[in-house]
T-cell receptor, first 118, second 114 residues
């Protein structure tokens, strides 16, 4: 079974600071990797995803993530955060070879609550 | 394109009752998945439906069930509600045209069991 660990449950940064949120997964096979964001009062939105190819993926709002297979990691980064980045961030994985029908069920980390102070 | 919609947005029920939640996927999406979000357990996968059949199931008791209709709309049912069923229930849809699928989430139904 897959599991996902997000190391930081709460992160507080000042505007313009750099951000890195850790995500590690445990699964021996190939995985699809996702970062979702949940802004206050809004629903889960896809930030970025990795399926294959270039391990450095870029998402919306200036976010990027790097897949390091040897470390089973998919850390999220942003060079300069803004107050509007205050949100809950979730790392998730699933099996790309799932053959049941649609997408395999996602396994989520517990989330990181990010607060950006103006 | 309209996103995933869920109804109702809020529900209050009492222990022992049953509840039905509804989800309409993005147009053209044929797979619907359900998740439970709680402060303690986080986001957990309930089940996935494709072509009106449950294809995948998470680790939840049989009180949690669902179905999918021919238009891909899905319903989730929880019978004999318990206090611990209070949660945000999220629906996600995906195209299911290939093996690399992205799931898009709806706003959720917040269920409070008293």
């Amino acid at each position: 079974a897959q599991s996902v660990s997000q190391h930081n449950h709460h992160v507080i940064l000042s505007e313009a600071a750099s951000l890195e949120l850790g995500c590690n997964y445990s699964y021996g096979g190939t995985v699809n990797l996702f970062w979702y964001v949940q802004y206050p009062g809004q629903h889960l939105q896809l930030l970025l995803k990795y399926f294959s190819g270039d391990p450095l993926v870029k998402g919306i709002k200036g976010f990027e993530a790097e897949f390091i297979k040897s470390k089973f990691s998919f850390n999220l980064r942003k060079p300069s955060v803004q107050w509007s980045d205050t949100a809950e961030y979730f790392c998730a994985v699933n099996d790309p070879m799932y053959s049941g029908g649609g997408a395999d069920g996602l396994t989520f980390g517990k989330g990181t609550h990010l607060i950006i102070q103006p | 394109k309209a996103g995933v919609t869920q109804t109702p947005r809020y529900l209050i029920k009492t222990r022992g009752q049953q509840v039905t939640l509804s989800c309409s996927p993005i147009s053209g999406h044929r797979s619907v998945s359900w998740y439970q979000q709680t402060p303690g357990q986080g986001l957990q996968f309930l089940f996935e439906y494709f072509s009106e059949t449950q294809r995948n199931k998470g680790n939840f008791p049989g009180r949690f069930s669902g179905r999918q209709f021919s238009n891909s709309r899905s319903e989730m049912n929880v019978s004999t509600l318990e206090l611990g069923d209070s949660a945000l229930y999220l629906c996600a849809s995906s195209r299911s045209q290939g093996y690399q699928e992205t799931q898009y989430f709806g706003p959720g139904t917040r269920l409070l069991v008293l």
